[in-house]
Every structure is written in structure tokens, then in C-alpha cells.
């Protein structure tokens, strides 16, 4: 069993920054790749960005590449997802989620993700 804990959601204007946290417990955290999704009210759950067990490779979704970056800190049990020039469509619950399948997460939807977190809030204003 994997618990995971996102923090540093909030309200932000447009071309702003936030950091997200994603703590974890329970079995070893280098174990799972680790990813973020959001979810925008009325959307569909949407894949951001995924991060290999040891942090060597990554994926994003294109659309967020270029300002969207994930990282992990092992030691921490943490995963990280650093968010500049926010725009007011990045508002959405975001997720962090773990799995040891790095492919999974943007794949079929992610329907197969093991492990997800409660979600935090991110909201960008114009």
C-alpha cells in the first residue's frame, strides 16, 4: 500500500508559479514511477507528466512540456511538479499517482494506475 499526500495548490494570477508536493509513505518510493494528472471541472482526467522510478527519464504531455517540470527526490519520497506561466486553463485539481509501470501513465487512460493521491487545487486566475 502506497499513501500519497499532494500539497502547494493555491490561487495564482496568470504568469505566475507553483511548485506541487507529493509526499508518499508506506512501500519503498523508488519502487514507482510517479505522475501528475489534472482535472479541470467538466473535463476529463488529463495525463501532465510522468517520472521514471530513479528520475531519469520523463514524459509530459506536449501540450505542458514547456513549462511543466517533474522531478523526484528519493531520499524525500517525494515527488515534485514545478508549473510556470501559469495560464487561467491550468486550473484544475491536480493528482499525483504511482505505479511501477512507467507506461501506464499515459497509456488507456491511465485506468490502470495503482495508486492515487486525494488531490490539490490549483487555481490561476486572468
Known amino acids: 500500500q502506497v499513501q500519497l499526500v499532494e500539497s502547494g495548490g493555491g490561487l495564482v494570477q496568470s504568469g505566475g508559479s507553483l511548485r506541487l508536493s507529493c509526499a508518499a509513505s508506506?512501500?519503498?518510493?523508488?519502487?514507482?514511477?510517479m505522475g501528475w494528472f489534472r482535472q479541470a471541472p467538466g473535463k476529463e482526467r488529463e495525463f501532465v507528466a510522468v517520472?521514471?522510478?530513479?528520475?531519469?527519464?520523463?514524459y509530459y504531455a506536449n501540450s505542458l512540456k514547456d513549462r511543466f517540470t517533474i522531478s523526484r527526490d528519493n531520499a524525500k519520497n517525494t515527488v515534485y511538479l514545478q508549473m510556470n506561466s501559469l495560464k487561467p486553463e491550468d486550473t484544475a485539481v491536480y493528482y499525483c499517482?504511482?505505479?511501477?509501470?512507467?507506461?501506464?501513465?499515459?497509456?488507456?487512460?491511465?485506468?490502470?494506475?495503482?495508486?492515487w493521491g486525494q488531490g490539490t487545487q490549483v487555481t490561476v486566475s486572468s
Open positions: 499517482a504511482a505505479d511501477p509501470n512507467f507506461g501506464k501513465f499515459y497509456t488507456n487512460g491511465a485506468l490502470n494506475v495503482h495508486y
Open positions: 508506506g512501500r519503498t518510493f523508488s519502487s514507482y514511477a
Open positions: 517520472i521514471s522510478r530513479s528520475g531519469g527519464d520523463t
